[in-house]
């Protein structure tokens, strides 16, 4: 059994954790090595701690934890960062450890934050992924359109990245329907 709820300033070290294994697992084959490097448990750390810490009006960040209390996944999200495409809510980072992956659970953890950002206000989304990223099929499986493609810098390689979003986060919310 999991349990979805709110990212606690605790949980930083366990959210440090999988976003570290989920970049790693997730990324090897698409960035050089030496861009990953860039991304270690102590700076991903010290980046949670003062997100949790210090949360920004907005902010939604949520966990996924199994029955023996091990945060297994986590989606995090607030104002779209760009302001350039119409959408005002961006979902910063969603990762699950490889392990928990293909079980519906990116999809509770989508559903649990598009339920989230609304309470917050927010009507629409946008999401950031590598181009390359197989997962990138997620977001269109619940209905997101390809926005844009740009060129992102990740460490010192150049990557493509693609922007998918809902216009309508009640037309994200609505594919979760019983």
């Known amino acids: ?53 210090m949360p920004q009006k907005g902010q939604v960040a949520i966990v996924l934890e199994t029955e023996t209390g091990e945060i297994a996944g986590f989606v995090s999200g607030g104002k779209e960062r760009t302001q350039r495409f119409g959408y005002d809510g961006e979902i910063y980072a969603i990762y699950l450890l490889e392990s928990y ?26 999401v950031w992924v ?14 997101a359109k390809q926005v844009e493609e740009e060129q992102v810098l990740i460490g010192e390689g150049t990557y493509q990245e693609s922007a998918f979003g809902w216009r309508d986060i009640k037309d994200l919310r609505s594919r979760f329907s019983k």
């Open 1 to 53: 059994m999991f349990k979805i709820r709110k990212a606690m300033p605790e949980d930083a070290e366990q959210i440090a954790n999988v976003h570290v294994q989920s970049w790693k697992s997730t990324y090897s084959d698409l960035i050089n090595e030496r861009d990953m490097s860039n991304i270690t448990l102590e700076n991903r750390k010290a980046l949670w701690e003062t997100i949790l810490k």
């Open 101 to 126: 992956q293909k079980q519906g659970l990116g999809a509770r953890l989508l559903e649990a934050f598009s339920e989230e950002m609304e309470k917050e206000g927010y009507v629409s989304l946008l």
């Open 130 to 143: 590598l181009t390359q990223n197989p997962s990138s099929n997620f977001y269109l499986k619940y209905g």
